[in-house]
């Protein structure tokens, strides 16, 4: 029998300690109701514009009746939960552990530690009517590009992406365009979010995506796709994009179909 080392035996411990944040996670954001997950750098200040942005942006949401989900730290997560928290609305702030210990801003009414990013990134996914992104640095565009890859591959339904600020996000967007498609992802893929420039777009966008569904496949138009006859869900939100043949597990794509020749029919065996 093989000698465990410490490693191994810290290893296991481990496995509580992250089943811990998930039990406290999920216990806490179940009494939450609908949310509105809210990103952006933890350096920005409180005289700038951006921070001005975001926290009307919450406060507006709030008064709305959306409870405000950010990272917990300063910076536009401050101001979300700032504008959210003057407002009277639910202010929760999902800490992380970080060497450079990141301290809670004190507009919260709900507070979460976490030691493990994926833990923590699953409460902002799990319990959000609807993400929205602020300029920000690797932290935000990683939960951006996770909730990207999530509503792509139909492992979550699809809800209002909104970026603010087109100045800061313009180049990427075209970076999709340029560089992802067609070969790495299908152009409807690119209009999985919106780019707003205003709080009052972003709250108006949340607002009726919510309520109709807008960025649900079942509300949006059939579209036939090409060459086989099959259906799929067109985003009205992309205009103008041409239905094509998607690859497995996109968006609107076809759920992984089995092949012809490895169907076997009902009462025969499988050849050798």
């Known amino acids: 029998m093989t000698k465990r080392t410490p490693m191994d035996i810290q290893d296991s411990w481990r496995v509580f300690r992250i089943m811990a944040e998930f039990v406290e996670g999920f216990e806490t954001m179940a009494k939450v109701g609908k949310a509105v997950s809210i990103f952006g750098s933890a350096r920005t200040p409180p005289d700038h514009p951006e921070y ?11 008064e709305a009746g959306f409870a405000i989900i950010t990272g917990g730290g300063p910076g536009i997560m401050e101001a979300a939960n700032k504008g ?30 976490f030691h493990y990013f994926y833990a923590r990134k699953v409460m902002f996914v799990k319990y959000a009517s609807a ?7 690797y932290g935000t565009l990683d939960e951006f590009v996770e909730v990207l890859t999530l509503v792509q591959t ?32 299908d152009p409807e893929d690119v209009c999985i979010f919106r780019l707003v420039d205003t709080p009052q777009d972003v709250v108006r966008l949340v607002k009726m995506g919510v309520k109709r569904h807008w960025w649900h496949p079942v509300d949006a138009a059939l579209v036939k796709v090409a060459g ?7 985003n009205p939100l992309c205009a103008g994009f041409k239905a ?24 025969k065996k499988p050849q050798q």
């Open 244 to 267: 094509g043949n998607t690859g497995e597990g996109t968006r609107y794509g076809r759920r992984p179909q089995r092949s012809q020749k490895d169907h076997v029919p009902p009462g």
């Open 52 to 62: 001005k942005a975001a926290e009307q942006t919450a406060r507006m949401l709030a």
């Open 154 to 185: 139909l492992k979550i339904e699809a809800f209002p992406i909104v970026l603010y600020g087109s100045y800061y996000w313009r180049g990427l967007i075209d970076w999709f365009r340029s560089q992802l498609v067609p070969r790495f992802i």
């Open 228 to 234: 086989n006859g099959e259906s799929r869900r067109r």
């Open 84 to 113: 959210a928290f003057e407002a009277g609305g639910q202010s929760i702030g999902l800490n992380i552990t970080l060497p450079q210990e990141q301290e809670a801003n004190r507009y919260q009414t709900i507070t979460l530690d």
């Open 131 to 137: 993400f929205v992104c602020f300029p920000g640095g």
